[in-house]
Structure formats: structure tokens, C-alpha cells
């Protein structure tokens, strides 16, 4: 009896710990978009990695430092508006900055409507019709930064019950969440202004044309020159941007990284990217030294 009581506190304690918290955002429907089926949540072959697809409703899931700094970022993975890489460029990236005790937002914005595998269809069409990604995404797009926005939004207004200074919440977001990023950061409001943005090897192409924002908030890049889908340059002229318009900027641009590096180790200078935010965060005075 004492070891099955013993059994069924570890199994309710392990449960504690693994069970997420899980934020639904409020987001109004498009007649231009559909998805049929459910997210799908899986480790594609294709990219090595974990993903998730078909997401047709906002979330973010919350992850609580132990010692709260009062900072918080929201995470927003890429994957070409088709998957989620939610675990290098989500989940991962969540429980570094947990350690240095930023609260932690990961997004699962809005994709395009797939079947059973995303990645293959991303993939297959790069391969065969590169134009009808853009054909696909182009309806998408504005859904995913609507649900960025409303995700700062969401943090903001909640700030106190998270233990969050309510002007230290960041938006962070890799390859298409880098545009996410960089589409909350050219429509935000008052309320839904990031107080500072890290876009890491942005997909600049699909944002388009741009302005830099008269309040735009201080803005660290990260790339790799190598980058196969040849994002160095759009990242480097978002720099220059910023930098011409006298803003607070700075940028990491790598040799080696390629693409997608997010959190998977290389054994390459770029693994350090997130020990450079961090650094140049806390000179920023976002995180509390």
C-alpha cells in the first residue's frame, strides 16, 4: 500500500511539473482562409526537428522563471507560415531565458492550412512551385502579426498577475516569426508596442516595403552570413535601417549558422546568439543585471 501511495504522488507530481499553461487568444475569423482538421504535432524526418501545423487557433504557452526579473518575452518560431519549429526556436529557447529569470511567452500564431504534413508541403512546393508559398502565405501573413499584437497586448494587460514590468515586454521571432516580428513592430499601437524586438534571420521578403517606426523600439538582429535562403543582406539593411534613422540597434551577423540554427548546438560561434541577446538586453536595461 505505502509504495503504491508512494507511486501515485510521484505520477500526480510528475504531471505537475509537465502540465503546460496554455493562454488562448482572442482573434477574429477571415472569409479568406480555412483550415480543415486539427494542429498537428509531430518530429518532422524533413527538418530534423519538432513541429507543429495547421494551427488555426492563437496560443501561447507560458514558462514561469523561478526568480521572475520582472522581464518577459514572447517567442515566436518560424517555419515558413507552414510549421512552428516549436522546440529549437520555441520551447528551447523559453527555458534558456527562464534561467536567467525572463518569463517566457511562446506563440503559436495562425499558419497556412495544411494536410497531414506541412513541412512536406513547404518543402515539395519549394521545390517544384516556390511562387505558390507566396500565393499561400500572402492571406495568412496579416492573421499571424494580428496574433502577435494580440499577445503583447495580452501580456501587458495581465502584467501583474505574471510579475512583469509592463515596459519590459520583447517580441522574439526566427525566420517567418521574424517576420511576425517585424509586422507587429510596423503596426503596433499604444498597447501593443513591443518595448524591444529581436528578430532572428528575418524573412524580410515576405514583409515587404517598410518604414522605420517614428517610436521604434531598440532592435538587436541576428544572422548568419551563410544563410541559405540568403537573408544576411535584408537582415543587415534592417540594421542600416534603424541605424540611419538613429534608433537603438545592434547586430550579430556570423560567418557559419546557416539557417533555422535556433538553439540546436554546431559547434559554431552562432550558438551563442542567445547569450548575446541576453547580454546586450541587460546593457539595454530590459532584464534586471
Known amino acids: 500500500m505505502k509504495k503504491l501511495i508512494a507511486m501515485l504522488l510521484c505520477s500526480g507530481m510528475v504531471q505537475w511539473v509537465t502540465s503546460q499553461e496554455i493562454i488562448k487568444l482572442q482573434h477574429e475569423t477571415s472569409p479568406d482562409v480555412t483550415w480543415e482538421g486539427g494542429e498537428k504535432d509531430y518530429f518532422s524526418d524533413i527538418w530534423q526537428n519538432h513541429v507543429v501545423t495547421n494551427v488555426s487557433e492563437p496560443t501561447m504557452e507560458v514558462f514561469r522563471p523561478e526568480n521572475p526579473n520582472g522581464t518577459a518575452v514572447i517567442v515566436a518560431p518560424g517555419g515558413g507560415l507552414y510549421a512552428l519549429s516549436i522546440k529549437s526556436e520555441g520551447t528551447d529557447v523559453a527555458k ?101 524586438i529581436v528578430p532572428v534571420y528575418p524573412w524580410m521578403a515576405v514583409v515587404g516595403p517598410y518604414q522605420v517606426p517614428e517610436n521604434a523600439p531598440p532592435m538587436l538582429v541576428i544572422c548568419a552570413s551563410d544563410d541559405p535562403l540568403q537573408l544576411a543582406a535584408p537582415s543587415a539593411d534592417l540594421y542600416s535601417a534603424w541605424l540611419k534613422d538613429s534608433k537603438k540597434v545592434g547586430l550579430h551577423m556570423y560567418s557559419k549558422g546557416g539557417h533555422g540554427f535556433g538553439m540546436k548546438a554546431q559547434g559554431l560561434p552562432s550558438d551563442d546568439w542567445i547569450q548575446r541577446f541576453h547580454d546586450w538586453a541587460v546593457a539595454e536595461g530590459s532584464p534586471n543585471p
Not at 513547404?122 to 499577445?151: C, F, M, Q, Y
Open 96 to 196: 534558456w531565458l527562464n534561467e536567467k529569470g525572463i518569463t517566457a511567452f511562446v506563440l503559436k500564431y495562425r499558419l497556412v492550412p495544411t494536410g497531414e504534413d506541412g513541412v512536406k508541403e513547404i518543402s515539395e512546393e519549394g521545390e517544384t512551385n516556390p511562387a505558390r508559398i507566396g500565393e499561400r502565405v500572402a492571406p495568412v501573413l496579416s492573421l499571424s502579426i494580428a496574433d502577435g499584437l494580440t499577445a503583447i497586448s495580452h501580456v501587458r494587460k495581465n502584467a501583474k498577475e505574471f510579475g512583469l514590468d509592463p515596459n519590459k515586454i520583447g517580441f522574439m521571432g526566427f525566420s517567418a516569426g521574424g517576420a511576425v516580428t517585424m509586422g507587429v513592430t510596423f503596426n503596433y499601437s499604444e498597447e501593443n508596442r513591443p518595448d524591444f
